[in-house]
């Protein structure tokens, strides 16, 4: 009597689960053609995920840290375990510290970066994975691009060259993510030298919708002539509450509003969430 109840028990979990799996599948279809942009919340970093129309998946950067696995369970189903893409916009520790937690805890179907190195424990260490886990690594140049499915495109704006000195903060990653009407400007850590030279060779090609403002709102970063650009309406900071660096700095918070672009820092809101259906932007 016993072990019949436990089979029934387990076979009732298993009818639940099935049920969950099922009706998710039928919520996902219902969303058809709609891009989602997730700008996690993961402290004193970056770390962005983008669904595609199509359920296709990319991580942009993944935090300083092991958080980046709680970020990404609030943004993917439980039994989701694969992830197509992860692009690293350069090696800095609060952009790549949770990826070898990405790569242990999830199967990547590739490795894109600017081909950038460091010689940081976390760069080595993520190396070492890539290789251990066998996943494919590509170099993102200008010009590029990555179809993420359902109308929705990934252009690499930036690096043109391959990465030369120790400033890896210069050579980050410069994406924008285009969808129907659309647009979403990612920026890593790109300092002011960068945006001024993006301003004045392809000004055209920066308007974007939404900006992922450099560096986390450094003074460091964010030009008038980029800005000018873009002229984003909405504008998100990635940052961890009280950091040591004071991010995002006054300065920068005072020209984002006085173009009229609405902030959205992690540290007040949590995850910034984005929806698209090709037409209508709406935050969550």
């Known amino acids: 009597m016993f072990k019949f109840h436990k089979i029934k028990i387990y076979f009732l979990l298993l009818l639940i689960i099935g049920n969950l799996m099922i009706f998710y599948s039928v919520f996902a279809e219902t969303r058809g053609n709609l891009l989602k942009v997730s700008f996690l919340d993961v402290g004193q970093g970056d770390a962005i995920f983008i669904e595609s129309p199509t359920g296709n998946q990319l991580l942009i ?14 943004v993917m189903p439980f039994y989701d375990k694969t992830i197509d893409a992860v692009l690293v916009t350069h090696p800095d520790q609060d952009h790549i510290g949770g990826i070898p937690e990405v790569l242990k805890n999830y199967t990547v179907g590739e490795y894109i970066s600017s081909g950038a190195t460091s010689s940081t424990g976390t760069s080595l260490e993520l190396q070492n994975d890539l290789k251990e886990f066998n996943v494919k690594k590509e170099i993102a140049r200008a010009g590029e691009i990555i179809d993420l499915g359902g109308g929705a495109i990934l252009k690499i704006l930036y690096p043109e060259t391959d990465p030369k000195g ?34 004045m060779t392809d000004g055209k090609e920066l308007k974007s919708d939404v900006l992922k403002v450099a560096h986390h709102g ?24 009280d950091n040591s660096f004071g991010h995002p700095h006054k ?13 959205l820092i992690t540290f007040n809101l949590g995850d910034i969430v984005f929806v698209s259906d090709g037409q209508a932007l709406k935050e969550k």
């Open 166 to 199: 120790t400033d890896t903060n210069k050579y980050s990653v410069i994406a924008k993510l285009y969808y129907g009407d659309s647009t979403f400007l990612f920026t890593g850590d790109a300092p002011t030298g960068v945006e001024q030279y993006l301003a």
């Open 251 to 263: 300065e920068i918070l005072d020209f984002l509003n006085s173009i009229q672009s609405k902030i």
């Open 61 to 74: 950067d993944g935090g300083p840290d092991k958080n980046i696995l709680n970020a990404l369970g609030r």
């Open 218 to 241: 450094s003074r460091n970063s964010l030009s008038p002539e980029f800005l000018s650009a873009v002229a984003p309406e909405y504008s998100v900071i990635s940052a961890g509450k």
